[in-house]
C-alpha cells in the first residue's frame, strides 16, 4: 500500500481555486481511455441515456470523478455562503471514493437506480491502485496552497499517515485477524469469537461503542411445537471502552428498522456512515431520537454479508464528540465484517454437521432397536410356532393312536384263529371309536387348512340374504348335544324384531364364527355351568355375544388371545384339548366380513366374546353387463390350462363365484383344439406347459376372427423380470402369480376384461413378489 493512496485532501478554497481544480480535472480527463462521471453524467446513465453531455458546466457540477487505466480522481465541492467560499474534498483511494459517492447519494436522495447503478457499475469501474496519481496529486497541493487566505473557521484537514504509524497499525490489524482465523480453526465458540473480535477491534478503533446488531434471533419464549418460532432483531454482542458508556446490548429499534424503508438495502450495499449525527440529514426523526436515547454523536455501519444473505451489522459509535472516519478504519471494520461472516458460515456449517450426526445416530439406534425388536418378534414366533406345533403333536397324537391300536386289535381278531371270537357289540364299539377319533383328525386338519386359507386371503365371501334367527338355531342345535353331554345349560336370546331377520352376509362363514365362539364357551365351562348366546341389530350392522361361566381369562393374557400360533397356557390345553386356532380363526373370519370382535373376561367368573358385524353388499355383475346378448357371452368365458390341480381348483372356484365361466384344461394341445369352439376372452397358460405349446397358443389366437379381443396371461409361482419382458415381446399380454389371493385375482381379470370391479377390498401391490 503507498503512502498516498488513502490520500483525503479537505480544505475551504475561494472560487477561483476550485475553478483551477476543476479544469485541472477536465483536462485529464479529455485525454484519451480516461473517463469523465459528473452527478448529471450519472444521472443520465441510470436512466439508461447514452446521449451524456460532455460538456460539463462548472458553475453547477458538485463533483467531479475521473477514471483513467492507471488511478482514479474525485474532486468534490460543498458551498460555503459567505464570500463564495467552497469546501472541497479531494480523493483518490477507491474505498475513500466509493464512501464518498454514497455520502452523496444519501445526502441529495438520489433514486433506486441512480444508487444500484453507482453500486454496480460505477465503483466496479475504480482502479484499485493510486499509485501513478502521484504527479497529478503534487499539482493539486501547489493549488492550494497558492491559496493564501484560509477563512480562521475552516483550516486544512491532510490525513496523510505517516510509514511507520501505517506500518504499526496494519500489524495490529493483522493481530487481530489472526486471532480470529485461529478461533475458527479451533471451533471455538461462536460467541466466543465475536466477543473477542469486537472487544479487540473497538480498542484499536478507540471508539466508545461497537455493537454487533443481529437479524432474525429466534425468540426464547415458549411457542407452539407446530409454529415457526418468533424472531426480532436486536443487539447480541456489545464493546464499551469503558462503564461510563451506556449499554445497548438487547436493544431493539424495530421501529426505525420498519419506517425506514431503504435500511436494509442501505445495510446490504455499503453501510452508513455519520460523520456528526446532530448535523446529518440521512437520519429519519425516529432513528435521531433513538440516537439521543443513546448518546451517538457519530456512527459507521457495515454489513455482515453470510452467503449473499444479510445476517447483521457492525455498528461503531462515537459518544462524545464527532468523528471524521479514516477510510482505513471503515476499510477495517469491512475485513472484520468478512472474517466474521466466515465465521458464522463456518459455524453454521459446524451446527448443521453435528445435527446430521446426532440424526444419523439416532437413526442407527431407532434401527438397531428395530433389529433388536424383530429379534425377540422372531424368537417369539418361534418359540409360539415351537408350542403350537407341540400342541398339535399331542391333539394328532391322540386320536391316531386310538384308531391305530383299536384297528390292529380288529385285525389281530379277524386274523387270528382263536377259540372265542370278539363280540359284534365289541366291534361295533371299536369301529365307532375309530369314527370318532377319524372325524376329530379331519376337524384338525380342516381348521388348520381353513386358518391358512382365511390366513393367506385365499377366501372369498358368498353374500347372500340370509335369516339371522335361522343361523342361530342351526348353532345352538349343533353344539346342543355336547352341552348336554357336559350338563352345561346353552340358551339363545334372539332380540329381533322381525323386519331385522333378514341380513346379508355369508351364511356358512357367520355359522362358523358362531360355532367357534360357542364350542370355545362350552369347552371352558365346568359341569353346571351356562352358555347364552344373544343376538341383536344395531342400524345396519348385527351384534353376537356369548357370554359363559367357565374358568375365564387372566387380563395379562387377553392381548394374545387372538394372535397366531398363541394358546392360553399349555396346561389349559392339555386339560381342554383343541388346536387353539379356533379363535384366531375366528377373529380373520370377523375381519373378513369387516366387523370386529371385542372380549371380557375375568378369571374364575367367565368370558364374553361381542362379534359386530356389518351388512354386506350383495356380490353380483353390473346390470349392463348381465344384459349383454349372447353373441358376446365369449368375453366372459375363461380357458385355464395348467396341469396344477391346486391353483386350477382355486382359481375356478373365485372366478366362477364372480359368474365368469372358466373351463380348465390339462394340455396346451387340447387348448387349441378348444378355442375356436370356445372364443374365449382370456387365456391363462401356466408356464410349465412347454414354450413350443405355449407359442402354438399364440399361433392359434392370431388366426382368430376376433385375435384382438383375447388376452394370453402367462400363470406362475415367480416371474424373472428379464423372462417376463421376453415374453411379452413375444404376444403375452399379463401374468398371474399361483401366490395371489382371490381378491387380485379378480381384479386382474376384471382390469383386462374392461375395468369391471367385481371385489370389495382394494387391490394389494404385488410387484415385490417378481423376481
Not at 468 to 482: G, N, P
Request: proline share 2%; glycine share 4%.
Amino acid at each position: 500500500m503507498s503512502s498516498h493512496s488513502s490520500l483525503l485532501l479537505k480544505k475551504v478554497v475561494n472560487h477561483q481555486v476550485w475553478l483551477n481544480i476543476a479544469k485541472l480535472c477536465l483536462a485529464i480527463a479529455a485525454e484519451d481511455e480516461n473517463l469523465l462521471f459528473t452527478e448529471h453524467t450519472l444521472l443520465k446513465l441510470a436512466n439508461n441515456d447514452q446521449k451524456a453531455d460532455s460538456n460539463q458546466k462548472l458553475a453547477t457540477e458538485k463533483f467531479f470523478l475521473v477514471i483513467t487505466p492507471k488511478f482514479n480522481i474525485f474532486l468534490n465541492r460543498e458551498n460555503i455562503a459567505e464570500n463564495q467560499k467552497h469546501q472541497i474534498t479531494v480523493a483518490f483511494e477507491r474505498a475513500t471514493i466509493a464512501r464518498e459517492l454514497t455520502r452523496l447519494g444519501y445526502q441529495n436522495k438520489w433514486s433506486i437506480a441512480v444508487t444500484k447503478y453507482l453500486k454496480t457499475n460505477l465503483i466496479a469501474q475504480l482502479n484499485e491502485n493510486s499509485d501513478s496519481g502521484t504527479e497529478f496529486m503534487l499539482r493539486v497541493i501547489k493549488l492550494l496552497l497558492e491559496d493564501t487566505k484560509p477563512t480562521q473557521d475552516h483550516h486544512s484537514i491532510y490525513s496523510i499517515p505517516p510509514m511507520e504509524k501505517l506500518r504499526q497499525y496494519q500489524v495490529e490489524q493483522e493481530r487481530i485477524f489472526e486471532r480470529i482465523k485461529i478461533q475458527i480453526g479451533q471451533n471455538s465458540n461462536l460467541s466466543e469469537i465475536i466477543q473477542t473480535a469486537i472487544n479487540h477491534s473497538c480498542s484499536f478503533l478507540e471508539l466508545d461503542r461497537l455493537l454487533i446488531y443481529q437479524l432474525n434471533v429466534p425468540s426464547e419464549a415458549e411457542v407452539d411445537d407446530f409454529k415457526p418460532a418468533p424472531t426480532s432483531n436486536t443487539i447480541t454482542y456489545e464493546a464499551k471502552s469503558s462503564d461510563r458508556i451506556a449499554s445497548a446490548l438487547y436493544f431493539r429499534d424495530e421501529d426505525c428498522w420498519q419506517k425506514n424503508l431503504q435500511s436494509r438495502d442501505e445495510h446490504q450495499g455499503l453501510g452508513l456512515i455519520i460523520d456528526d449525527v446532530a448535523k446529518s440529514s440521512q437520519l429519519n426523526p425516529c432513528v435521531q431520537t433513538l440516537m439521543a436515547k443513546l448518546e451517538v454523536k457519530a456512527k459507521a455501519i457495515v454489513p455482515i454479508n453470510v452467503q449473499g444473505k444479510l445476517w447483521g451489522l457492525i455498528i461503531a459509535h462515537q459518544c462524545f464528540k464527532p468523528r471524521q472516519w479514516d477510510s482505513q478504519d471503515l476499510q477495517f471494520l469491512r475485513y472484520l465484517a468478512e472474517y466474521l461472516a466466515i465465521a458464522i458460515f463456518h459455524n453454521q456449517s459446524y451446527q448443521q454437521l453435528q445435527q446430521q450426526k446426532q440424526l444419523l445416530e439416532k437413526q442407527v439406534q431407532i434401527q438397531a432397536q428395530q433389529l433388536k425388536d424383530a429379534l425377540i418378534a422372531a424368537e417369539a414366533a418361534s418359540k409360539s410356532k415351537h408350542d403350537f406345533l407341540g400342541s398339535m403333536s399331542h391333539e394328532l397324537r391322540t386320536p391316531l393312536t386310538c384308531v391305530i391300536g383299536l384297528s390292529s386289535t380288529l385285525l389281530q381278531w379277524s386274523s387270528a384263529k382263536k377259540s372265542i371270537a370278539l363280540p359284534p357289540e365289541k366291534q361295533q364299539e371299536y369301529l365307532h371309536l375309530i369314527q370318532q377319533s377319524g372325524k376329530h383328525l379331519l376337524t384338525l386338519i380342516n381348521n388348520i387348512l381353513e386358518f391358512s386359507d382365511v390366513d393367506s386371503g385365499k377366501h372369498l365371501l358368498d353374500v347372500q340374504q340370509i335369516s339371522l334367527s335361522k343361523v342361530v338355531s342351526q348353532s345352538i342345535e349343533l353344539l346342543q348335544e355336547t352341552a348336554l353331554t357336559k350338563q352345561i345349560a346353552l340358551s339363545c336370546q334372539i332380540k329381533l324384531q322381525p323386519e331385522q331377520d333378514y341380513f346379508l352376509a355369508d351364511e356358512v362363514r357367520l355359522k362358523e364364527i358362531i360355532f367357534h365362539l360357542l364350542s370355545n364357551g362350552i369347552k371352558f365351562t365346568p359341569e353346571g355351568g351356562k352358555v347364552t348366546l344373544r343376538i341383536w341389530r344395531e342400524k345396519r350392522r348385527v351384534v353376537f355375544q356369548v357370554e359363559d361361566t367357565g374358568i375365564g381369562i387372566a387380563a395379562e393374557e387377553v392381548p394374545t388371545l387372538f394372535e397366531k400360533f398363541r394358546q392360553i397356557e399349555n396346561f389349559r390345553q392339555r386339560t381342554h384339548g383343541g388346536t387353539g386356532l379356533g379363535l384366531a380363526l375366528t377373529k380373520k373370519l370377523v375381519e373378513l366380513h369387516g366387523g370386529t370382535i371385542e372380549v371380557e373376561s375375568a378369571l374364575e367368573k367367565g368370558s364374553m366374546f361381542t362379534v359386530y358385524l356389518p351388512e354386506k353388499t350383495a356380490l353380483r355383475l353390473d346390470s349392463n353387463l348381465k344384459s349383454v346378448s349372447s353373441s358376446q357371452t365369449f368375453a366372459q368365458t375363461i380357458i385355464l390350462v395348467t396341469e396344477d390341480e391346486e391353483s386350477a381348483a382355486f382359481i375356478c372356484q373365485v372366478l366362477n363365484t364372480v359368474e365368469y365361466h372358466v373351463v380348465w384344461l390339462m394340455n396346451s394341445a387340447m387348448a387349441i383344439e378348444q378355442i375356436e369352439l370356445l372364443q374365449p376372452r382370456i387365456i391363462i397358460v401356466d408356464c410349465d406347459c412347454l414354450a413350443a405349446g405355449i407359442k402354438n397358443i399364440v399361433n392359434a389366437i392370431e388366426r382368430l376372427p376376433l385375435a384382438n379381443k383375447v388376452d394370453l396371461v402367462l400363470l406362475s409361482d415367480r416371474f424373472n423380470h428379464n423372462k417376463l419382458q421376453k415374453f411379452f415381446e413375444s404376444g403375452i399380454d399379463d401374468y398371474l402369480l399361483k401366490s395371489m389371493n382371490s381378491s387380485q385375482i379378480i381384479d386382474k381379470v376384471n382390469s383386462l376384461i374392461g375395468g369391471v370391479n367385481y371385489t370389495e377390498t382394494t387391490t394389494n401391490d404385488w410387484s415385490d413378489q417378481l423376481g
